[in-house]
């Protein structure tokens, strides 16, 4: 049996996810997606009643733990509550981001500090505090990155500079990691009915001008970014590590609004 996307049933039956920042948005639609696929799922926040709430939606079984990614001892902790009640890990995602909009001479070095803290060191306290609990060989690591890792943006030097180095901790630990364990990550693009979008394009989940300038003519959906996620925790990604897969509909190709002629 195979659901509509073409994945087996039960096709992660037996294998333990740690989804850091999978309280809301994509994460937390990776946490759902992994966990009917058969997996054992444990999500981490900083707010514990959202830890909570965000396990009981997903449901099964699934655990909610409360730890802040920048630190070290903290994330690395819940890790290991998690590996020791569901099994040794074979997926861990990395999602927890911050982000706002401002312009470098209007941001404090402590903001710019902070974003950079929750994304790029984050992303490396999750991997590293992880590599001890994994299920070697074979298991999967998922950074969620952004298209500003390859695309400067105004009023985004913080997220510019902190998903740069996300790809990179990517692409590096891959090469280190490998062959026992595959490290890749998922660029989404403007996806709607996430935090991403109202903070930094408040007001265009509505249709209007600007998916015209999307290939795909239209905004993103949650359960697409949990689709790729499922791709390469799957068999059919047992070649693919090292990669940035941007799920954006075209967007980071440019300005697709047709022309005349």
């Known amino acids: 049996m195979s659901d509509d996307s073409g994945f087996k049933d039960g096709m992660l039956a037996g294998k333990t996810a740690f989804i850091a920042g999978g309280t809301s948005g994509i994460n937390l639609g990776i946490a759902k997606r992994l966990h009917g696929l058969g997996a054992k799922v444990a999500v981490a926040g900083r707010n514990p009643e959202k830890a909570a709430a965000a396990a009981a939606e997903i449901g099964g079984g699934a655990m909610g733990l409360a730890a802040d990614v920048r630190d070290y001892a903290a994330i690395t902790a819940v890790m290991k509550q998690a590996a020791e009640e569901l099994g040794p890990l074979d997926i861990v995602v990395s999602g927890a981001a911050g982000n706002f909009l401002a312009p470098a001479l209007g941001m404090s070095a402590n903001a710019f500090k902070t974003v950079v803290d929750i994304d790029l060191l984050g992303t490396f306290n ?38 740069a180095g996300v790809n990179q901790v990517v692409r590096v630990l891959a090469m280190e990691w490998g062959p026992d364990v595959r490290v890749n990550g998922i660029s989404p693009g403007p996806i709607a009915g996430t935090e991403g979008m109202s903070r930094l394009a408040p007001g265009t989940d509505a249709s209007g001008g600007r998916q015209e300038k999307i290939a795909l003519k239209r905004w993103g959906r949650i359960g697409e970014i949990a689709e ?34």
Do not use: E, W
């Open 126 to 163: 999750v991997f590293r505090g992880c590599y001890d609990l994994l299920n070697r060989p074979g298991a999967s690591l998922i950074a969620i990155t952004a298209p500003q890792a390859m695309r400067p943006s105004i009023a985004q030097i913080h997220a510019c500079a902190a998903k």
């Open 228 to 261: 790729m996620a499922a791709f390469l925790c799957s068999p059919s990604a047992a070649y693919v590590s090292g990669a940035i897969l941007d799920v954006d509909g075209g967007s980071s190709l440019g300005d697709a609004t047709p022309k005349t002629l």
